[in-house]
C-alpha cells in the first residue's frame, strides 16, 4: 500500500535537520604507499569519530564514555565495515600538555558478521590522566602489505550526548523522551544487544547524526528500501544495527521509535530485506 504523508513525517523532517554526531578533528599522513587521495574531502561517519582515507580502506577513530579509545577498520565505502586479521593495534596517544606519548594497546572487538580471526573495531582504554581530555593519536596500520600512518586530533564528548536543540523535539508522540535517551540506547533488551550497542558506537541516534540534514522522499520506487516506521525512502547515511544487522531509516527519531519496538516488542521486527517498497 502507497505511504501517504502526514504531519508527523513533515515535523520529523525538520528534526532531521537538527540531528547530531560529534565533531572532531584529524589529520593524517602514511608510510610505505601513497594516499589514494591527498586533498581532503568529506566523509560521512556512522559511529560518531573522524575518519580518514588510507590506500583502499578509510579508518575512523571514536573517544567513546569513560576515555574508551575505538578504532574501526572500513572499506572503500566508509560506511561499510571491512575486518582484517589483526590481533590488535598499539596507538601513541599524547595529551595537550603532554611531552611524551603513551602506547594504548587496542585489542580486537570483533563486530556482528566479523570473520573467525578477524576484526573490524579495535577498542582500548586512554590513560587515567587523559580522560575527558582533547588527545592526539597516531598508529601505525598494516594493510595490503603496507604500512599506513594516520594521527587524528580527538575531543572528548559524551557517549550519550543529546543536543538541547533535541530536547523538545525527541519527546514528540513515538519518539524517545530527552530522559529517556541515554537508556535508551546504553541498554540491552529484545532483539537489541550489547553487541549492537557496540556496533552503534555507544550513543544516541540524534548524537551520532548531528549535523546532518534528512529529507523524506514519500514516493519511493519498487525496490527502494524504506523506512521501517514511516515508509518513506530510506536514507543510506541513517543506518542503526539491531539484532546484528543493519535498518536503514529516513531520519533518526525514527531509529528511537524502532529501538523502542525493538526492545519491547521484539516480534514485531522484521528482517531488513522486508523493508523494500514492492
Known amino acids: 500500500m502507497p505511504f501517504k504523508p502526514n504531519s508527523r513525517v513533515a515535523l520529523l523532517g525538520l528534526v532531521g535537520a537538527v540531528t547530531a554526531g560529534s565533531v572532531l578533528m584529524l589529520s593524517a599522513s602514511r608510510t ?22 588510507i590506500g583502499n580502506h578509510h579508518v575512523e577513530a571514536v573517544l567513546e564514555k569513560g ?46 558478521g566479523d570473520p573467525n580471526g578477524q576484526s573490524s573495531s579495535f ?61 535508551l540506547y546504553a541498554t540491552p533488551g529484545g532483539r537489541y544487544t550489547e553487541a549492537d550497542i557496540r556496533a552503534n558506537g555507544t550513543q544516541s541516534a540524534a548524537a551520532k547524526y548531528r549535523g546532518i540534514q534528512s529529507s523524506h522522499d514519500m514516493n519511493p520506487r519498487p525496490g527502494d528500501r524504506i523506512c521501517p516506521i514511516t515508509s518513506t525512502k530510506a536514507n543510506p547515511r541513517f543506518v542503526w544495527t539491531i539484532g546484528g544487522k543493519e535498518y536503514r531509516f529516513c531520519c533518526p527519531p525514527c531509529i528511537d521509535e524502532f529501538v523502542q519496538r525493538a526492545k519491547k516488542q521484539p516480534e514485531s521486527i522484521q528482517e531488513p530485506e522486508s523493508y523494500v517498497q514492492r
Open 32 to 53: 610505505g604507499a601513497r594516499a589514494h587521495d591527498a586533498k581532503e574531502h568529506a566523509h560521512s561517519s556512522r559511529h560518531g569519530g573522524a575518519i580518514q582515507a
Open 123 to 183: 577498542l582500548g582504554q586512554l590513560p587515567e590522566s587523559l580522560v575527558g581530555a582533547p588527545v592526539t593519536v597516531a598508529m601505525t596500520l598494516p594493510l595490503e602489505g603496507k604500512g599506513y600512518r594516520a594521527r587524528f586530533e580527538l575531543k572528548p564528548h559524551r557517549a550519550d550526548e543529546v543536543h538541547p536543540e533535541m530536547l523538545e523535539m525527541l519527546s514528540m508522540p513515538g519518539g524517545a523522551g530527552a530522559d529517556e535517551v541515554s537508556a
Open 67 to 112: 576515555g574508551r579509545l575505538r578504532v574501526y577498520l572500513l572499506g572503500k565505502d566508509e560506511a561499510q565495515l571491512t575486518p582484517a586479521p589483526l590481533p590488535e593495534v598499539v596507538a601513541q596517544v599524547q595529551g595537550d600538555d603532554e611531552v611524551e606519548s603513551a602506547p594504548v594497546t587496542l585489542s580486537a572487538d570483533p563486530q556482528p
